[in-house]
């Protein structure tokens, strides 16, 4: 069969990126598709069922095509220009009246390092607000502040990929790499086909548990509790690496005191899994010859979940295993670029290549890339959800969003819906109608994966180049050329002078150069000839470095930090009112908010609906049969979602996926309680009540 068609490209969702080619063929004015994936290194040339599928959203006919404008109530479709002046007239009546840092800008994960960059750029030079911050916050913002503050640098996996196959020890706490990151499943299989042993934490039975060989069934939220307990036991029982820990490490002698007055009894009753258990992880972690920690949200989305990380971090850290072949830690990163989409300004605190914002050289540095006087860079804002209490409290009257569904994806949503409801002006910049987007005063139509090109860094750190595989449908326009024709209607056009993805790369290149996350030495060229190319690159020459922390850690001593760390339990607690735990997360065929997969056939068909895992004793003290209509309270909301019996999940704990909206958005349920440290939601733990909506 001829394809007439071909288009290469790379798929939106998840952060390995997987490539893949989507042939199109015209036969009988019908025209169908076929997808199938393309080698590449992380991939290995598989594909899941949503990569698969991916080209239904990108092609659906429910995409925005032009620039729309509410008026009086009603969505009407107006010419660029009209919508340029009516958002420009706004930003500068309402800066006028209220400040600069009257409009908040919220980006996005899914965005290129292109547009993560020059929404940085837009929001602090284009607009002179401080408050921009993005959806990576309830994603990436825990392990980040951990990794960050034990080892001095953030890359989500230290190591390469295949690295997972040389390991002999694995432990994935809070990750279902089984359906959020499906094509890495064969690297698991392969590690335990070469003898590792595979321990899982997980407080329900997913598919990723399934091929552990010891699954710890923990109490949701109790993470810190489990690494100090086998951290003890470390201790203990002598599996400390001296050595390492002299060389390259500090903060030893202090933890070993702390742990020693730990009490096994106490720790063992909030964690609920046996200590026998927890002796068999940890002795089993000791003792072989190289070990890996996986950490991903079910750890990192708590109130405590910078600490959880830490913790598990010194774990590593007090038995050597980190810096070396098959040994090292990994914060599975979520988005598609949830890498990258951290490293280059989006974040309230960041600018470009990991660089602070109250970090007087930074500034200086990035004045000098853009132009400007330092004292013309806004400091610092704050936190996702933080803007959303702002936008409530009316303090932000604009709000400028790119590449995310908040009313969906915030905490708390009943509450962030309110707020946004009293913006003065909501510009939604999407592919599609979004919930979020349909409460904006002016939707533009973005680019999907399909026709933009830019560069994505997937979960390993490895720098991917995705090409247009096909024109922009309608009058759609790239989300980099929205940002600088609005830049020039505000008039800071000439700091906005691009004609395409590659110059703003060559300027990121620049502003990267000598931070943390070096790009200096990719290039768009490199990245042709190249299967990607992991950061840090610091020159032309430079091959990107793989593995890191082999000689020394990215803290200023060399050493990376062991550290104390004490539980800190959530506000939130379960009472006779609110009596189960409800954790919240993922399942295989949808992704996030479910904007893009909703619109796929073959998805939305799969899983048309969400649902609430309990087990069958559960459900019988409250009276819930199987497949019926189930309400969940909390102290914020309700939701009405279908029953789904299980013992696959502990009893004192249920279970609603996040990928649905309306009565069935489980973020009504969610609590505001922001990680003191790093401002991660306690996406994972609130407390609610069951009851069946039919007596
Ligand atoms: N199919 C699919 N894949 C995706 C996504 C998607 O929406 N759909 N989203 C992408 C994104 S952005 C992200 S961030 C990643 C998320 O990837 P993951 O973090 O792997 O996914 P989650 O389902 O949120 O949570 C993982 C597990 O944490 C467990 N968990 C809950 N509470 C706790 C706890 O207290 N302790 C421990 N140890 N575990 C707990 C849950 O039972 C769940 O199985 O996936 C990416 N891939
Ligand atoms: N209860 C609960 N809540 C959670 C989580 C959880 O586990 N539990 N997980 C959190 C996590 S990890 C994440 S990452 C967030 C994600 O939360 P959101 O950011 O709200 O997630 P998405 O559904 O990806 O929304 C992306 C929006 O941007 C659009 N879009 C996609 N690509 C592009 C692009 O290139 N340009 C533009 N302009 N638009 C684009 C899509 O159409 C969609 O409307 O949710 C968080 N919320
Ligand atoms: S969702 Fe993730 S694993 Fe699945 S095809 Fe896309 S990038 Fe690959
Ligand atoms: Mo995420």
Known sequence: MMASKVMDTQCPFCSVQCKMQIMEKEEAGKTTYTVQPK??????????????????????????????????????????????????????????????????????????????YLLGKFARIGLQTKYIDYNGRFCMSAAAAASNAAFGMDRGLTN?????????????????????????????????????????????????????????????????????????????????????????????????KHVAALDFDELVSKIGVSLEDLKEAAIRFGSAASG??????????????????RNYINLLLVTGKIGKPGSGYGAVTGQANGQGGREHGQKAD????????????????MAGIWGVHPSEIPHKGVSAYEMMKKVHAQEIRALFLMGSNPILSNP?????????????????????????AQLAHVILPAASFLENEGTLTNLEGRVLLREAARPVPGMVKQDWEILCDIAGRMGKGSYFPYGSAEEIFAELRRASRGGMAD???????????????????????????????????????????????????????????YPLI??????????????????????????????????????????????TLVKVNSRRGQIVVRSKLTDSIREDTVFVPMHWGGLQNVNKLTCEELDPTCKMPGFKICAVSIEPLLT
């Open 160 to 256: 390469p990929l295949s690295d997972i196959r040389k390991t002999k020890c694995l432990i994935l706490a809070g990750t279902n790499i089984a359906e959020c990151q499906p094509t890495l499943m064969p690297y698991f299989m392969d590690a335990k086909e070469n003898g590792a042993y595979i321990i899982v934490v997980d407080p329900r039975d997913t598919a990723t548990a399934e091929m552990a060989d010891l699954h710890l069934k923990v109490k949701p939220g109790t993470d810190v509790a489990l690494a100090s307990a086998m951290l003890k036991i470390l201790l203990e029982e002598g599996y400390v690496d001296h050595s390492f820990v002299r060389e390259r490490t500090t903060g030893f002698a202090e933890v070993k």
């Open 350 to 365: 960041q600018l470009p290549g990991y660089r602070y914002i109250e970090n007087d050289n930074d500034r200086a540095y």
């Open 39 to 116: 080698a590449n290194a992380a991939s290995e040339g598989r594909l899941c069922i949503k990569g698969m599928n991916a080209y239904q959203h990108g092609l659906s006919e429910e995409r925005v095509t032009e620039p729309l404008l509410n008026k009086d109530g009603v969505f009407t479709p107006v010419t660029w220009e009209e919508a340029y002046e009516f958002i420009a007239k706004k930003f500068r009546d309402i800066q006028g009246r209220f400040g600069h840092d009257v409009i908040g800008v919220y980006g996005g994960g899914s965005l290129t390092n292109e547009t993560s």
């Open 412 to 436: 708390n949503a009943g509450f962030v819906e309110e707020g946004i409801r009293k913006l003065d002006l909501l510009v939604a910049v999407d592919m599609f109608l979004s919930e979020t």
């Open 519 to 577: 790009y200096y030495g990719i290039t768009y060229d490199r990245l042709r000839k190249e299967e990607g190319i992991y950061w840090p690159c610091p020159t032309l020459e430079h091959p990107g470095e793989k593995r890191l922390f082999t000689a020394a850690f990215a803290h200023s001593d060399g050493k990376a930090k062991i550290a104390i760390v004490n539980h800190h339990y959530p506000k939130e607690r379960v009472d006779e009112q």
């Open 292 to 309: 890996m920690i996986l950490t991903a949200r079910g750890v990192e989305q708590q109130t405590d979940g910078y600490l959880a990380v």
């Open 582 to 627: 409800l954790t919240t997360g993922r399942v295989l065929e949808h992704y996030l908010t479910g904007v893009q997969t909703r619109k796929s056939v073959v998805l939305a068909s799969r899983k048309m609906e969400s649902f609430v895992e309990i087990h069958p004793k559960t459900a019988q003290r409250w009276k819930i049969k199987d497949d």
